[in-house]
Structures are given as structure tokens and as C-alpha cells.
């Protein structure tokens, strides 16, 4: 958490971020943005796929079935190097993957991405160095 | 002689004033037979030929009408005496002349004569008696018959062909009967009227020499063949002679008859003889009261007498035991019944004593008329089959024995799937009854959800003679539970590659299976685990590097070199501990995959694998080198980790003394590839030969070189999931070569 805020803060993005502790709690945040007209839809949400309560995979199934955030951004962001992991986010309409890496200046490397999504057309595969 | 004559006579006896002793001389002296009546027909006088030809001794003044014993007309009935002719005559009436008669001497023969019978009167025209003169005429009859009608009913009423042939062929004359057998109306419709046309191909030329032959004046007699115009074939025998016509040419006149049913029968006897002599079994006949009528070769054989002993002898003296001498009345009954034996199985004694096993078959033989004449009788010697049969049953006893010895259940069933037999393991398992064989339905402790399969495989099984392999669960009764067993048949064949028999077991397999199914669950949860473990087991230790770093980075004021020396340690067996779950989470993964169905180009394997040990080739300066390599149906991922680690270890197991050189090589070798990656590094010590394939065997320190002793884990797990090998050949020193096998 302190390190995504820290690689969006570095990139001088100006954002307004909400936190979801767990699956649960983001979906419930979904449900809370369709129910309250005054809740605008997030621009990007950042998923991890491993998450307590709720899977990352669950959470974005709900999400893109929502009134209002369906067509929402979303970026993977996981520990997770398997293809299948990879494969089953896309499939499920993930805009980007980046895999936590375990050097601080790679991890850094996040915040550009974000800052592409959001300016640019989504990228299919926005990808970390192995 | 005329009428004229004879009235002349009558006037002269007794008109003219002649003496009667003259007349009666004249009329002793007459060559034909005469008598005289009276008015009354009484006789009165007759002359020495009249006895000569009636074959008697007329009664003067007793016999009436006439002399002769029995008179018939000429179609054969009976004339009474009173109504011949001179009876007629004397009594008024009208006598026609010319009339021809029969008479029949007291011996029996009997003679064609024609009467000429005048009326004597007196002056007032009163008749005062008769005289009568038979005419015999028998030879003119005879001969006549003999010329004309006689011949013509002969040769119309025989059966055979008579034919009348010129020199060329010319048919002359042929009577029905002949006409029939070539199958024409009559001589005309034969082509061109020429005999040769109808005699067949082959024989035609030899007809035409016997032909000859005959029309130049010899006999003969010839056997051939005609195809009649109907197209249908005769067999002919003709006796010939020549013929001298009036104008002076002689033809050929033959009686020819058709023997073709004879050769027939002649043939299928020949045949019938031939097949007695040939068949394997005796053949006998006798009569109603054993007599041994026929003995064929076959019976000399089996019994050992000639057919000139046998003969004439009765079946009960020469073949039958004394033990058994029963049973010839017995079977003489049955067939005087008109009954069969069919397939009687007794003992018969030879000519030496020796006794022989034999099965008989004895039918009625019966005349044309329908009655039973006596029997034939075959013999078949059994003595062989016997043995076999006992030899089967001591074989069939031994096979129980031995089923009965197997821990599995045993049975056998026929070629249509039936089942015929089960050991006693059955009867133990089941407690079925071993006398009521009906009881024993598998079906009935079969699992209900294995009854469809397992019908359906031994089905297929007999239906296609391919073995039987299926596996199912039999109600166990003494645990109450079920167990699980494999059925296993397989087919015996005969000589003719015919099913006759199928030979099956049922094996216990149930402690098996539990073990295999507790196996795979427990393989299932360690994968599981691993998987997680190693997911969950990044995040904590990216956090624990991470942090580390970014304290070296932003707090190096404050700590000490201590401190920071720590720092180092902590960051260094966070990266190790890193890939040792890296490595493991590939371990875990290795199996995981379903192969693609398509070809995978191990050559472009190989070139992506270069790419990514970049970097390690580059320092090692390792030169690597390859044979050609062959596309195989395996993941490409996989392939690419068998390259990777052994290519990876042996530029990190390199010599220090030379820079690694290392060959890969694939061989075609019956189903499979085998890959070889051979290296000049250090080698491996024997004794480590098999262990440095297990998880976590390592053979170094990791400060002698790094690693998590997973690489090779790694590739004996891929092997296996390809049912291929993985080994290792190495001399200390000199380097080592890396085998496996994959699938063609």
C-alpha cells in the first residue's frame, strides 16, 4: 500500500485514492457507488489477485457487472508470475498487469504506468520487467 | 382243290355208279383231309389226312359237324363245332368261302386250315349229307407273319433303336423308339437326314470307320455317344449288320440301344465302391442273421481279417466279446423293426484277441420291394478319442487342482460368453453353492454402478475375441463392504484361430487401489500446498527486501556499519529464499500443463533457451553447440526447462581449468527421442548418480555455487509426466552427459 501510494505520488499524478482493505470490502464499495448517486465511479482501480475474503478475480467479475463502474480501469498489481494468473485477469477485462517486483526502483516504475493508463488509450499489457 | 371240285366228288359218291371201293381208294389216296356227314352231321366217312391233321382218331356215327378237337376264328375265340361251316352248310344256310380257321389238336398244337364245304342231295333235291376238305394252311400263315407283320410289331414294339444306314450316312429308316432317343419326330427331321450329325463330336469319326465297316459287308458292334437335337447326351451301344438291298448296295441295319443309365449306375458305383474302400471307417454289411455280407478295407484293418475270412461268417462268432454277446440280438431286433443305431458306443475284438473302442451306426437295408434284406453298418474306432477324452478329463482335473491353489478367482467360460466354471475362491468369496451352478450370478454382488461397464467390456470382449480387462467392485459379504477387483480374460484359440474357450480372473486389487487413491489425494494436497505456499511466500519476503533496501537507502545515517553489514545478510537470504520459491513454484507447475496437440521445434526451443542464459554464456564464455533437432509433441515450456537447467548446470558446474563446452544431441530410438547434453565441467561423483534428481539434493554449499537443488527435480518431473527417463553419466573431472527421453 505505502509503496503504490509512494510510486503514484513520485509520478505526480494527481489523484484521489480510496482503500479497500480486502475483496469484501471492495466489492461492497461497488455496490455502495451504484447506490449513491453522488459517488462518482473511480477512474482506475488497482487489484491485487490475492486478496483476503474475496479473490482479485472476484472482485473484478463484480465490478464490470456494476450499473456504474463497469467500464472502469483496472490494473493488476500482484506478486504472481504465473501466465495462468496473467491469462485469467485479462480474460476477465484487467487493462494491465504489472508484477510486484522486490527492488525499490522497479517498483517505482508503477506510477508511470498509471499515469499512461489514465492519459493515454488502455494498453492490453502493460507489462514489468521479469 | 375248288369248291367245284369237291361238289364234283359228292356227285360222283352218289350220282355216278362208280364202285365205292374205287372212291374209297381215290379218297384214301387224296393229300388233303376230307370227311362226309349225313344229313344230321353225323360223321360217316373221313380219310387218312383228316386223322393226320386233326391229330386224332375220329368216331364214325358219334363225332358231329366236323373232325378236328377244338376249332377258333382267327382273332383267337372259341367256335362251336355246331356253327362251322358244315354245320352251317347242312343246315340251309349260305357258306362264305375263303374263310381261314385255327384248330387245336388234343396235344395242344394247333393249325391254320380253310374248309371247303359242300351239301349232298338226292334226286328230289333232298339233302342226304355233307362232305367237307380242309385246306392246311398253317406254313403260308407262318411265313407271312414272318416276312410282314411279324417284323414290322417287332421292331415298332422293341425298345431299342433299329436303324437303316447307307455307306454315307444317309439315314434310311428309324423306328419311334429311335426317333425318341435323338429326340426327333421322325427320320426327316434329322439334319440333312444324315446319321453323323447326331453322333457326338468325339465319336463321329470312329462312327463313321464302324459305318463303313458295315456297309463292306462285316458285323460289329461299337460303343459312342449322341447329342440328340434336344442337346441332350446318350450313351449307345449298337450291334450291326450289313444289309444287301436289291439293287445290289449294302447298307448298314443296327440295333442300337441306350446305355446311359447303365453307365451311370456303373459310374456311381464305381464311385460308391471306391469311397467304401477309401473311408477311414469300417464298412460292413450283413444279413437278418449277422451274416457278414460285405467287408471293406477299412474292416480288415480294424478287425483284422481279410474279407475272405470275414464273409459268409456271422458278426456275432468273429467281432463281438463273450461279455458282450447280448448285444447283437438286440441290435438284429431293432433292425428288423426298420430301426437306426446311431452312434452306439461298444467294444469289438480283433483277430488277435486285443479288445477296441468303437462307435457304431447301423441302418436297415431294404430290396426295391420294401423289405428290410438286412444292414450296414459302420464302424468307427474310437480308441483315440477315448484316449483324448480321458486325457482331457485327467487334464481339466489338474487345471481345477491348480485354479484351486490361486489365491485369485479363477473361471472359464464358453466362446459365447457363458461362464462354465469357478474356482473354489469364488464359492469362498461369494458363498454361492457349489452344486447349484445357476446360483452363481456375478451380477448379483456386482457394485450397481459398475454392472453396465462391466457387461459391456466382456461383451465387446467375446464379440471381438480381444482380451477382457475391466475393473469393478464385488460385494465382500464376510466385511460387509465393497472391494474393488480387476476382471482379466483372455481367449483360447484352436488350430483355426476359433475362440473355444475363454480363461478369466477376478484379482483382489482393493488394498491397491485404496493405497493408489490415498496417493494421488496426498500428491494432489502437497501440490496444492506447494503452490500456495510458494504464492503466499513471496509477498512477505518481497516485503522483507524491499524494506530492507529502502532502510539502507533512507536511514544509512543512522546506523552503524554493524548495522548495515546485517542489512546485506538480511537482503541476501531474501533473495535466496526468493528463488528457492521461484524454483519451487516451477517445481509445482512442472506437471500442471496440458502438452499442446501440435509439434513443438526443439531447434527454436533451444534458441530462446541461449537467449535467456545470455548472460551466464557471455561470462563463462561456454561454447555450445548442437546436432539437428527434431520437432516433438511436448509443452514448450517444458522443453525449454530441460534445456534450461542442464544447459544452466553445466556452465555452473564448468571446470575451473577450460571454458565449458557443451554439445546437445537427439537420437531417434524405437518410440521415443533420447536427448543427450553432454559437458567438459567437473563431473559428478558415481555414488550421486541417481540422488541429485531428488528435490532439494544438492552435491555443493551454496557458497561454492548457488542454487536450490530444484533444477533437476524440475526435469525428472517433466520426464515423468511423459512416461520418459532422466539419467546421468559422468566421469569426475571430465564432465558429465545429461540423457532423457521424450515422446516421438
Redesign the interface.
Known amino acids: 500500500m505505502f509503496l503504490i501510494q509512494e510510486a503514484i505520488e513520485v509520478s505526480e499524478v494527481q489523484l484521489t485514492v480510496h482503500v479497500a482493505k480486502d475483496g469484501e470490502q471492495a466489492v461492497q464499495f461497488f455496490d455502495r457507488v451504484d447506490g449513491d448517486s453522488d459517488m462518482p465511479c473511480p477512474a482506475l482501480v488497482i487489484l491485487d489477485i490475492n486478496l483476503p475474503k474475496k479473490q482479485g478475480g472476484d472482485v473484478l467479475k463484480h465490478m464490470r457487472q456494476s450499473r456504474k463502474c463497469s467500464g472502469a480501469l483496472v490494473l493488476v498489481v500482484s506478486t504472481s508470475d504465473s501466465a495462468q494468473d496473467r491469462e485469467r485477469m485479462a480474460k476477465l477485462g484487467a487493462d494491465g498487469y504489472f508484477r510486484k517486483p522486490s527492488a525499490y526502483d522497479e517498483f517505482m516504475k508503477l506510477g508511470e504506468i498509471v499515469k499512461k493508463l489514465l492519459n493515454g488509450p488502455p494498453l492490453k499489457e502493460i507489462d514489468s520487467p521479469r | 382243290m375248288t369248291r367245284n371240285h369237291a361238289k364234283a366228288l359228292a356227285a360222283l359218291s352218289a350220282g355216278a355208279n362208280l364202285p365205292q371201293i374205287v372212291f374209297a381208294e381215290i379218297m384214301e389216296t387224296l393229300p388233303a383231309a376230307m370227311y362226309m356227314t349225313d344229313a344230321q352231321g353225323r360223321l360217316t366217312y373221313f380219310n387218312r389226312a383228316a386223322a393226320k391233321l386233326s391229330g386224332r382218331t375220329p368216331e364214325i356215327g358219334t363225332d358231329r359237324w366236323c373232325v378236328t378237337w377244338k376249332l377258333f376264328l382267327p382273332d383267337g375265340t372259341p367256335l362251336p363245332h355246331d356253327q362251322c361251316p358244315m354245320a352251317v352248310a347242312l343246315k340251309g344256310g349260305d357258306v362264305p368261302t375263303g374263310i381261314e380257321y385255327i384248330a387245336e389238336r388234343p396235344d395242344g398244337t394247333r393249325f391254320w386250315f380253310t374248309p371247303y364245304p359242300a351239301v349232298l342231295r338226292d334226286a328230289e333235291g333232298q339233302i342226304i349229307g355233307g362232305v367237307n376238305l380242309l385246306i392246311d394252311i398253317t406254313d403260308r400263315k407262318n411265313a407271312k407273319l414272318q416276312i410282314d407283320e411279324q417284323f414290322r410289331a417287332i421292331i415298332e414294339t422293341t425298345p431299342e433303336c433299329v436303324k437303316i444306314v447307307a455307306r454315307d450316312g444317309t439315314l434310311l429308316f428309324m423306328n419311334p423308339p429311335g426317333l425318341a432317343m435323338v429326340g426327333a419326330s421322325c427320320a426327316d427331321t434329322v439334319t440333312d437326314k444324315n446319321i453323323y450329325n447326331v453322333i457326338a463330336p468325339e465319336d463321329r469319326e470312329r462312327f463313321r470307320e464302324f459305318n463303313e465297316t458295315i456297309c463292306g459287308g462285316k458285323k460289329g458292334s461299337l460303343q459312342f455317344e449322341i447329342v440328340g437335337l434336344n442337346g441332350e447326351r446318350h450313351h449307345m451301344e449298337t450291334h450291326a449288320a450289313p444289309l444287301r438291298l436289291t439293287d445290289g448296295t449294302t447298307v448298314h441295319l443296327a440295333v442300337t440301344h441306350d446305355v446311359t443309365e447303365r453307365k451311370r449306375a456303373e459310374r456311381a458305383s464305381l464311385l460308391l465302391n471306391a469311397i467304401v474302400d477309401s473311408s477311414e471307417d469300417a464298412i460292413i454289411s450283413k444279413d437278418l442273421d449277422g451274416v457278414i455280407t460285405s467287408w471293406n478295407k477299412s474292416a480288415e484293418r480294424l478287425f483284422g481279417y481279410t474279407a475272405g475270412e470275414a464273409l459268409g461268417k456271422t458278426v456275432a462268432d468273429l467281432l463281438i466279446p463273450e461279455d458282450r454277446q447280448d448285444e447283437e440280438p438286440n441290435i438284429l431286433a431293432r433292425l428288423r423293426n426298420g430301426e437306426r443305431v446311431d452312434h452306439f458306443e461298444t467294444v469289438r475284438r480283433r483277430k488277435d484277441g486285443s479288445l477296441i473302442d468303437i462307435s457304431l451306426t447301423i441302418s436297415p437295408v431294404k430290396n426295391l420291394e420294401g423289405v428290410i434284406i438286412g444292414a450296414s453298418k459302420i464302424a468307427r474306432d474310437i480308441t483315440e478319442s477315448k484316449r483324448i477324452q480321458a486325457r482331457l478329463l485327467e487334464s481339466e482335473a489338474r487345471f481345477r487342482q491348480l485354479a484351486d491353489t490361486m489365491p485369485q478367482i479363477v473361471w472359464t467360460a464358453r466362446p459365447d460368453g457363458r461362464v462354465d466354471y469357478y474356482n473354489e475362491r469364488w464359492y469362498e468369496f461369494t458363498g454361492f453353492s457349489r452344486v447349484a451352478f445357476e446360483e452363481s450370478n456375478p451380477e448379483s454382488i456386482l457394485h450397481p454402478d459398475d454392472i453396465e461397464e462391466t457387461r459391456r467390456s466382456w461383451y465387446t470382449a467375446v464379440r471381438s475375441g480381444e482380451p477382457y480387462n475391466v475393473e469393478h467392485r464385488f460385494r465382500d459379504r464376510r466385511e460387509n463392504r465393497w472391494r474393488w477387483f480387476v476382471g482379466r480374460a483372455i481367449p483360447v484359440r484352436d488350430a483355426a484361430n476359433n475362440v473355444v474357450k475363454w480363461f478369466g480372473t477376478c484379482t483382489d486389487i482393493d488394498e491397491q487401489k485404496r493405497v493408489e487413491d490415498q496417493l494421488r489425494r496426498a500428491n494432489r494436497d502437497l501440490e496444492q500446498f506447494a503452490f500456495s505456499a510458494s ?2 511466500l ?2 512477505p ?2 516485503s522483507v ?2 524494506y530492507s ?2 532502510l539502507a ?1 533512507r536511514h544509512s545515517d543512522k546506523l552503524d556499519s554493524d548495522a548495515l553489514t546485517f542489512l546485506t545478510f538480511l537482503r541476501n537470504g ?2 535466496r529464499m ?1 528463488t528457492l520459491v ?1 524454483d519451487l ?1 516451477s517445481y509445482t ?1 512442472a506437471t500442471t500443463f496440458d502438452g499442446p496437440d501440435e509439434l513443438v521445434d526443439a531447434r527454436e526451443v533451444l534458441k530462446t533457451t541461449l537467449e535467456n542464459l545470455r548472460g551466464a554464456i557471455e561470462d563463462s564464455s561456454a561454447e555450445i553447440t548442437a546436432d539437428p533437432l527434431p520437432s516433438l509433441p511436448v509443452a514448450r515450456t517444458h522443453l525449454q526447462q530441460l534445456f534450461q537447467n542442464l544447459i544452466g548446470n553445466a556452465i555452473k558446474y564448468r571446470s575451473p581449468e577450460r571454458p565449458p563446452a557443451i554439445h546437445l544431441r537427439a537420437e531417434r530410438q524405437n518410440e521415443y527421442w533420447i536427448f543427450s547434453v553432454t559437458d567438459n565441467g567437473i563431473g559428478i561423483d558415481p555414488e550421486y548418480k541417481e540422488k541429485i534428481f531428488g528435490l532439494f539434493k544438492r552435491l555443493h554449499s551454496s557458497d561454492e555455487y548457488s542454487g536450490t537443488g530444484i533444477g533437476l527435480a524440475i526435469c525428472q518431473r517433466i520426464v515423468d509426466r511423459y512416461q520418459g527417463r532422466i539419467w546421468v553419466e559422468s566421469e569426475l573431472g571430465r564432465g558429465s552427459t545429461f540423457r532423457f527421453t521424450l515422446p516421438l
Open positions: 504464492h503466499d513471496q509477498e519476503l518481497r527486501k524491499i533496501e529502502l537507502k531474501a533473495t526468493e521461484c513454484l507447475q
